[in-house]
């Protein structure tokens, strides 16, 4: 039998279309896409470099020289507690804070937001702190950058939890009442980001092992029409053997396969994989899983003598598997039921046990995943077997 | 040419299946894609104290904001979500105090959402401790708004008019496959043989598939103008002008890679990847403003896709007048014109 395993693999080795999609192809997908979206993935943010605008209609010191007559609190206090520039004090010094004239100046000097303070405005806000209530209802604007949405966002968010704090605090001491704990605190798992390069090099792999299955069964079929499998039959080989030595043979180009672009792609962007033999074993399942997957494809293009299963297999079930399973991106971030129909799929399962055998997880997360790709395997090699034509078939 | 286009009649009613899977697709990803952008960003939650029913009373007052639609879920998937970073953080609800569980260090999740979170609790602390009396909440508010008056960007529109030009790449390759085929079984050298000239022959099939293409298309888009009754702003019949080019240009495309490659399954491997790559440079699955390195974005010039959706996104939401459609179409039509001049001489030279 090793004669007709070395047979398959010789005759895959040769076919330079073949080899080009299941190696090369996921390459530069793993590139383009990593490149393109890495800003999608593990991306990190500190305040370190945020830049606020202000354009005021007057200056602070003028409001706080008018509002120290009226409010009996000295210029310096005021100007300690004016709003919103007392609230950039808390951020440090990280956060570069600068002046403008208009929006079109802040837009060139790329500022991520721009305030805009209406005269009064602080004024408000000092009657607000020392009296608690206040006439005027004037109110800044905050104009976001769209071209840093990101940043924006966040000075966005973090004036307004500011505001937020200022507005709890000042009430509660008005009422006369202790000031209020942190009700919250934040909790992080510990892992590292897990780059678009890594995340893209697993979701590639998983989808590309699939290509190999649909090539296997395509090689077959060709056999049969060019009558090699009616030789072979002839030549005393089982038509059940030869389906073995085709799984077999999937088994070992998809375990090649698999390590060069796990190999390449680690090495390119030094993963870290934490928990090795974890990592091993899932691949080995997915492995199992293509096998079984192109067992399946083979008999069935076998038994009703079409050639259209593979074709169909690799132009629409592998892309739309792919899609689901998350190798382009995550699609739950788009509809979260995606998602999970996309952990029906066996790249789906592969993928995500991938992630969590980097990240360290123990072969207890990783069982259920492997459990399933194993189970796909066994139940595509069951079906296969019956479905085989094991007598006769081998008429064109 | 009549004879070609009888052939594909009698095949296409043989064996419609093909077509008609496509079609479904095209339509269900839409719809799957276009109708969940409108939530905004999701945001899990999940709480091992707090009953079903009051989870949920909260999420429903934390929905009202917008931007954010914040979604139950159980501690065992949440350890999942975040074990493999398939949501960069999410929120673990207590009585009285939230804990907010990140996957890493300086996640933009944190920065985000622990605002919202803290407003909700605090709030409600506060008027159990002050009651509910006169608020001075209003003064501490502020208004944020964009830079610049922003387009009216359509997530649905984008993501509809995305899809359908991936799956007419589908659709396209498919059907020139048929003359390698042809080619394959001989039937093709017969063809050669009968009176019909070898150019009626090429454009026969051209014309079909281009048909087919644009059929799938405009199928598509009636069924969301009718049934889904999506807003096209106003620009529904300049769609149909405007995908022309497009079409014309991925015939092209097809033309060229059939003849490229030694025998027709290979298409099989080749048109999926030509198709997903020119789809993700062009901006098909996501907006191509998240795309920052720039060589990428000097690379999506290449990408038929590119031009065919910007096209059909100023046919609609971005209003662009007449002289802004010309250059997109200059370049589709050159690219088609360059590509099916290059691919038919690819055809021709092999023996088969």
């Known amino acids: 039998m090793s004669y007709l395993l070395r047979k398959e693999i010789k005759q895959m080795l040769a076919d330079r279309v073949a080899l080009f999609t299941i190696l090369v192809t996921p390459l530069i997908l793993i590139l383009i896409l990593g490149f393109s979206l890495s800003s999608w993935f593990g991306s990190t943010t500190t305040i370190e470099g945020l830049s606020i605008g202000i354009i005021q209609e007057m200056e602070m010191s003028e409001e706080a020289v008018a509002a120290s007559e009226q409010l009996l609190v000295s210029q310096e206090n005021l100007e300690a507690m004016a709003i919103p520039d007392s609230l950039f004090a808390y951020a440090g010094n990280g956060l570069s804070v600068g002046y403008v004239n208009d929006i079109e100046q802040a837009r060139e000097e790329n500022y991520d937001v721009v305030l805009s303070i209406p005269a009064g405005y602080r004024t408000k806000m000092w009657e607000q702190q020392i009296l608690g209530e206040s006439s005027s209802d004037e109110t800044f604007t905050l104009y976001r950058n769209p071209d840093s949405n990101m940043e924006a966002m966040i000075i966005d968010s973090m004036i307004n939890q500011s505001m937020e704090r200022l507005y709890v605090e000042t009430t509660l001491a008005q009422a006369d009442q202790e000031p209020l704990a942190e009700l919250g605190e934040i909790h992080v798992q510990g892992a590292e980001p897990l780059s678009s390069f890594e995340y893209y090099t697993y979701g590639m792999s998983v989808m590309y092992v699939f290509f190999a299955a649909g090539y296997m069964a395509n090689l077959s079929y060709s056999e049969k029409k060019a009558r090699v499998y009616a030789r072979l039959v002839l030549a005393n080989i089982k038509p059940l053997q030869y389906l073995a030595v085709k799984t077999l043979a999937t088994i070992a180009i998809v375990s090649i396969q698999m390590s060069l672009l796990f190999g390449i792609c680690f090495t390119l962007f030094q993963v870290n994989i934490v928990n090795w033999p974890g990592f091993l074993t899932v691949a080995l399942s997915l492995c199992l899983a293509v096998a079984g997957v192109t067992s399946l494809l083979i008999s069935i293009q076998f038994r009703f003598s079409t050639e259209k299963v593979a074709n169909v297999f690799m132009m629409f079930i592998i892309s739309i598997l792919a899609f689901l399973g998350g190798s382009f991106f995550r699609v739950s971030d788009m509809a979260p039921v995606l998602g999970q129909i996309g952990q029906l799929t066996p790249n789906g399962q592969a993928l995500q046990a991938f992630i969590q055998a980097s990240q360290g997880e123990s072969i207890a997360t990783l069982s259920s995943s492997i459990l399933i790709l194993c189970g796909i395997a066994v139940g595509g090699f069951i079906l296969a077997w019956i479905i085989f034509p094991s007598k006769g078939g081998v008429a064109k | ?352």
């Open chain 2, 1 to 352: 040419m009549n004879a070609v286009f009888y052939q594909y009649a009698r095949e296409i009613m043989r064996s419609p299946f093909t077509l008609v899977l496509m079609l479904l697709m095209t339509i269900l990803f839409s719809i799957i894609i276009g109708g969940s952008n409108e939530g905004g960003q999701n945001v899990y939650v999940y709480s091992e104290d707090l009953t079903e029913e009051d989870l949920e009373n909260r999420l429903a007052e934390l929905n009202e904001i917008e931007g954010l639609t914040f979604l139950s879920t159980s501690a065992a998937e949440a350890h999942r979500m975040l074990s493999t970073q398939e949501v960069e953080g999410l929120v673990e609800f207590e009585e009285s105090s939230y804990r907010i569980h990140v996957a890493f260090e300086d996640a933009p999740f944190a920065y985000l959402i622990q605002p919202v979170i803290d407003q909700y609790y605090t709030h409600n602390e506060l008027e159990q401790r002050t009651g509910s009396e006169t608020s001075q909440y209003e003064a501490y508010t502020y208004e944020a708004d964009p830079m610049v008056e922003g387009t009216s960007f359509d997530q649905s529109l984008q993501s509809l008019f995305g899809f359908t030009l991936y799956f007419s790449f589908f659709t396209m390759g498919f059907t020139i496959m048929t003359i390698l085929e042809l080619k394959e079984s001989r039937v093709w050298n017969r063809l050669i043989l009968s009176p019909t000239s070898k150019t009626k022959l090429y454009s026969g099939h051209l014309i079909v598939s281009f048909l087919l293409a644009y059929m799938q298309i405009a199928i598509v888009l009636f069924v969301f103008l009718n049934v889904f009754n999506y807003d096209f702003h106003g620009g529904f019949w300049k769609l149909f002008l405007v995908i022309i080019p497009y079409l014309f240009a991925i015939m092209a495309f097809g033309i060229f890679l059939s003849g490229v490659v030694n025998a027709s399954h290979q298409l099989n491997g080749v048109i999926p990847l030509t198709a997903s790559g020119f789809a993700m440079l062009g901006g098909a699955f996501w907006p191509l403003q998240i795309v920052q390195s720039d060589w990428l974005l000097a690379l999506s010039y290449a990408s038929p896709i590119t031009y065919g959706l910007e096209m059909m996104m100023g046919a609609t939401f971005n209003n662009w007048s007449f002289d802004q459609f010309l250059l997109p179409s200059a370049v589709l039509l050159f690219m088609g014109l360059a590509l099916t001049g290059v691919g038919i001489r690819l055809m021709e030279r092999k023996s088969v």
